[in-house]
């Protein structure tokens, strides 16, 4: 009986060391963003830039979603390789990977890259290529806000437009 009782207060200090990182993770995981990041860090993201609604928004969609809530990301796609996802008005060139497997397009292809991206062939060009795992693609900004596909290995291009 003394035994039991002994490792009552050893059980109690366990419990306590176990619960409050996850009361602590919790509590973190519900606060806003302006509070769970330094200024220069929202700044840096651009979060700044958001509306008061849309920062709301994105908060509660944190919130119900948690920390570890949907990847854009492929499953296949190494995580570190996947880069931000860039601003498509911008006038700066995209580069970032085919999620899977590319064997080629045709008019009507849709095209999912790693930062989550999706992207329709609207050019009449057909390219046949030899199938390849998660090939680099670069996005160029052409005239009038079109965008032209390129893909690593591949000599042609096409005209895309961005759908997601």
């Known amino acids: 009986m003394t035994f039991r009782l002994a490792r009552a207060p050893l059980l109690i200090l366990t419990l306590v060391l176990v619960a409050a990182p996850l009361v602590q993770a919790r509590q973190s995981a519900s606060a806003p963003l302006e509070e769970r990041m330094s200024h220069a860090e929202f700044m840096r993201l651009g979060l700044d830039k958001l509306s008061p609604a849309q920062l709301k928004g994105l908060n509660s969609w944190l919130r119900s979603h948690g920390l570890n809530g949907p990847s854009m990301d492929s499953p296949r796609v190494n995580q570190a390789e996947a880069p931000p996802v860039p601003d498509t008005k911008a006038d700066t060139d995209i580069h970032s990977r085919i999620a899977g497997t590319f064997h080629g397009w045709e008019s009507g292809t849709v095209m999912t890259l790693?930062?989550?991206?999706?992207?329709?062939v609207m050019g009449d060009s057909q390219v046949m290529s030899r199938s390849m795992d998660h090939p680099k693609v670069t996005l160029r900004k052409g005239f009038l806000g079109s965008w032209i596909l390129s893909v690593d290995g591949v000599r042609e291009t096409t005209h895309v437009r961005?759908?997601?």
Do not use: V, Y
């Open 114 to 120: 790693a930062n989550g991206q999706q992207w329709k």
């Open 162 to 164: 961005r759908i997601h």
